[in-house]
C-alpha cells in the first residue's frame, strides 16, 4: 500500500522588541548574565500587573498581514496552566480561542511549481525562564522569561520533510524582512515543532499525529521529518499501532526518541487572563502597520526579474535576503550610469562577492568592499582600464584591505595593455615561439586560437586585452596564411 504523510507545523518566533511582553525588562537578552534583565512582572511575583507590549501588538499584526492573515478586531489573553520551574507564574499568558491572527498562507516553490501553506493561526505569548542542568542541580535563568514570542500554527498541509524546509525557509525570511525577529534558529530566536502523521495514500482520515520538540536547525526538521515518517509507516505495515506522544530528537543518533506523553488542551485548563483587557484593534490601526510594510521577497522576486532582466534563479537568491538584495541595487543604481549591466552586477555579487564573504565566514552587511566600491571596480572592467580576470583579483585585494580599486591598480601597474601597437610585439613573438600551434592553426584547427591568446596573456602578466590581443592575432595569422 502507498502511504502519503500528513505535516503541521508549530513555529514560536521570540520577537525582537526593545521590552519583554509585560514588563519593562529588555528583551534582548541573548549574551547578558543570568538573572540581570529582570522584575517581579517576569519573575511572577505575586500580586503585580502585566501590562500589554504594543510593539509586540504591531510585529504579530505585521506578520499576520504578510501571510495572508485576518486581523482580529477582538483578541484576548488567556492563562495556559502548566508546572515547570521554568514557568515562575505557573502558567504561561497565551492567547487560546481568540488568537490575534487567524486564516493565512505562505506560498512556497517545489520544482517550479507553488504550494500553498495554509496558516491556521498566528497568537501572542510569553517565553519562559531558561533551565541549566549540571550534575546533581539545575539552575534557572530568568532573562527570557516574559519575552515576547508569536506562536505561528500551519495547517496539515506540508507532505514532506523538504516542503517543511521550503516552509520554514521562507517565513524566516520574511521574518527577517519585516524585521520582527532575529529568526535565529541557533540562539533560539525561531524554534519549530514538526507534527507528522501517516495515512494510506488519498485517505481523507487523518492518521495518530507525533509531535517533534528540540530540533535546533531546517535540515534537523528534515531529517526528524523524514525519520519519523519511515517509522510510523514500518509500524502501520507491520499491523501496529501509532501512540500520540511528543518525541525529541537524538542528535547522536540522528533518531526521534520517546519525551513525554502528549498533553491535551484540557491539561492546561485555559481561562481568560483576568489581569489583561482584552485587544481591541481598529481597522484604521490594521491599515496603518499594513501601510507601513516593506516590499516582501515575492514581490522583490518578480520586480528583480522584470526591472533588471534577471535571471529567475538569480532574482530568487538576491531577494531571499533583504541586505543582499539591498546591497545588489545600491551597487546595481551605481554602475549602471557606467554602461554596466545588472545580470553583470548580480554575476559578481552571486559569485565573486558571495565567494570571499564565505571564505571570510562575514555578512555582505559587513562586507569590506561596499556597494559603491564594487560598481566603481565594475565600471573599470567596463571601460577596459583592466580586464575581468585581473578584476577578480583585486576584488580580493579590496577585500582584504578595504582599499580603492583605483589605488590597487596603480600601485601593482594592473591596467589593461590595450593599445595594438604595444601589444603587437608580443603577438608576433608569441607565432615565432610556437611553430607548431601556428601550423595547426593554419591547417584549420581553429581552437588553437585560445592557446595563443593564453601565451600573449602570459607574457604580459595577465594585464592583455584579450579581445585586442585575439583581433591582433587573427589579423598576423590570417596575414602569413596569405604569404
Ligand atoms: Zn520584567
Known amino acids: 500500500m502507498q502511504y502519503e504523510a500528513v ?63 485576518e486581523i482580529a478586531p477582538f483578541s484576548k489573553f488567556d492563562r495556559k496552566n502548566y508546572t515547570y520551574p521554568d514557568l515562575p507564574k505557573g502558567y504561561q499568558v497565551s492567547q487560546y480561542d481568540l488568537p490575534i491572527c487567524r486564516d493565512g498562507w505562505l506560498e512556497v516553490d517545489l520544482d517550479g511549481s507553488r504550494k500553498r501553506i495554509g496558516i491556521r493561526r498566528v497568537h501572542m505569548e510569553e517565553d519562559t525562564a531558561k533551565e541549566f542542568h549540571t550534575g546533581d542541580s539545575s539552575l534557572i535563568d530568568y532573562n527570557r522569561s516574559g519575552v515576547p514570542l508569536l506562536e505561528i500554527v500551519t495547517e496539515p498541509d506540508i507532505r514532506s520533510g523538504e516542503e517543511a524546509r521550503q516552509f520554514l525557509t521562507k517565513l524566516r525570511t520574511i521574518l527577517r524582512y519585516l524585521g520582527v525577529s532575529t529568526a535565529d534558529m541557533e540562539k533560539g530566536a525561531m524554534r519549530c515543532e514538526p507534527n507528522v502523521s501517516v495515512r494510506p495514500a488519498g485517505s481523507a482520515e487523518m492518521g495518530v499525529k507525533i509531535e517533534i520538540k528540540n530540533l535546533n536547525s531546517f535540515r534537523v526538521v528534515k531529517m526528524a521529518i523524514e525519520y519519523e515518517i519511515e517509522r510510523q509507516t514500518a509500524v502501520i505495515e507491520a499491523g501496529g499501532t501509532i501512540e500520540q506522544v511528543t518525541m525529541g530528537w537524538n542528535e547522536r543518533e540522528n533518531r526521534t526518541v520517546l519525551q513525554r506523553s502528549k498533553e491535551f488542551a484540557e491539561d492546561y485548563r485555559y481561562f481568560p ?117 585581473t578584476g577578480k583579483g583585486v576584488l580580493m585585494e579590496m577585500f582584504r584591505t578595504g582599499r580603492d580599486a583605483e589605488a590597487i591598480i596603480a600601485e601593482k601597474g594592473l591596467s589593461q595593455i590595450s593599445s595594438a601597437g604595444a601589444l603587437r610585439e608580443v603577438a608576433e613573438q608569441v607565432i615565432r615561439d610556437n611553430p607548431d600551434p601556428v601550423s595547426q592553426y593554419l591547417g584549420g584547427k581553429d581552437s588553437v586560437l585560445g592557446f595563443l591568446i593564453g601565451q600573449v596573456m602570459r607574457q604580459t602578466g595577465g594585464k592583455a586585452n584579450p579581445h585586442v590581443v585575439r583581433e591582433l592575432l587573427r589579423e598576423r595569422l590570417s596575414a602569413q596564411r596569405d604569404e
Open 273 to 389: 487572563e483576568p489581569d489583561l483587557p482584552p485587544l481591541v484593534l481598529a481597522r484604521e490601526y490594521v491599515e496603518a502597520v499594513r501601510s507601513g510594510l516593506p516590499e516582501l521577497p515575492d514581490a522583490k522576486r518578480a520586480r528583480f526579474e522584470d526591472q533588471y532582466g534577471l535571471k529567475p534563479a538569480d532574482a530568487e537568491l538576491l531577494a531571499s535576503d533583504a541586505e543582499v538584495s539591498d546591497y545588489y541595487e545600491d551597487c546595481s543604481a551605481a554602475a549602471e550610469p557606467h554602461g554596466v549591466d545588472a545580470q553583470t552586477v548580480c554575476n559578481w555579487v552571486v559569485g565573486e562577492l558571495f565567494r570571499l564573504l564565505n571564505e571570510a565566514d562575514t555578512s555582505i552587511a559587513e562586507s569590506p568592499v561596499g556597494p559603491q566600491a564594487l560598481s566603481n571596480l565594475l565600471s573599470l572592467v567596463k571601460r577596459g582600464t583592466i580586464n575581468a580576470n
Open 7 to 69: 505535516i503541521g507545523m508549530e513555529v514560536h518566533v521570540e520577537l525582537a522588541t526593545a521590552s519583554k511582553m509585560f514588563c519593562g525588562c529588555r528583551a534582548d537578552f541573548f549574551g547578558h548574565d543570568p538573572n540581570t534583565l529582570v522584575c517581579p512582572v517576569c519573575m511572577g511575583y505575586p500580586g503585580v500587573l502585566p501590562v500589554i507590549n504594543e510593539q509586540a501588538v504591531e510585529y504579530a499584526t505585521r506578520v499576520g498581514l504578510s501571510l495572508g492573515c
